[in-house]
């Protein structure tokens, strides 16, 4: 017999924790104790760490960047609630910037960001790349204190971003030269 079970819903995003982060499928016989394994929504799956027990806020944040996948990038689009119309070249696009992107996810774990990169850049403890964890945010571009482009690590080499205008949310890896010499920081928000 299997019975599925989903997270009760939460204050930092229950849905979102429901909907998406696991569910566990409790595998019983009458001849064997019961064994519990946790299947992968298919959105956190692609090299994320397996969660489990209790999730940090930078998962959680992660997880609901993940949700945006394939979103369109708008420029000034995005709120704590999803996509939005955005402003200027965006006014007709319903997406994310990068900071929108960011500033969503991140709502989901219950912190609240500014709507601009270099603000972001602010908004947090200062954590050495090698110290990264996911839902951190990586900075690049700009000067070291004020960079123009922000994107959500979520595990190894691999990032979360809305890019550019034209493109939409997606996953990239940020060791290439490109994104290595734009470096300018790492920020764990909180």
Known sequence: MTTRITFPRLAIGGALLSA????????ATPARATAVRAIP???LTDRLPELKGTLTRGQIAAAAALTQLGVSFSWGGGSTKGPTLGIGRGATTRGFDCSGLTLYAWSRAGIR????????????????????RTGDLLFFGG?????????????????????????VVRKANFNTPYFRTA???TVRPG
């Open 113 to 132: 960001l500014s709507h601009h990169t270099a603000a972001q850049f602010r908004q947090g403890r200062k954590i050495p790349l090698r110290a990264r």
């Open 41 to 43: 929504t298919p959105s």
């Open 183 to 185: 470096y300018r920081g």
């Open 143 to 167: 000067t070291p204190g004020a960079p123009t482009h922000v994107a959500l690590f979520l595990t190894g080499t691999l990032m979360i971003h809305a890019p550019k205008t034209g493109d």
């Open 20 to 27: 998406l982060l696991t569910t566990l499928a409790i595998n």
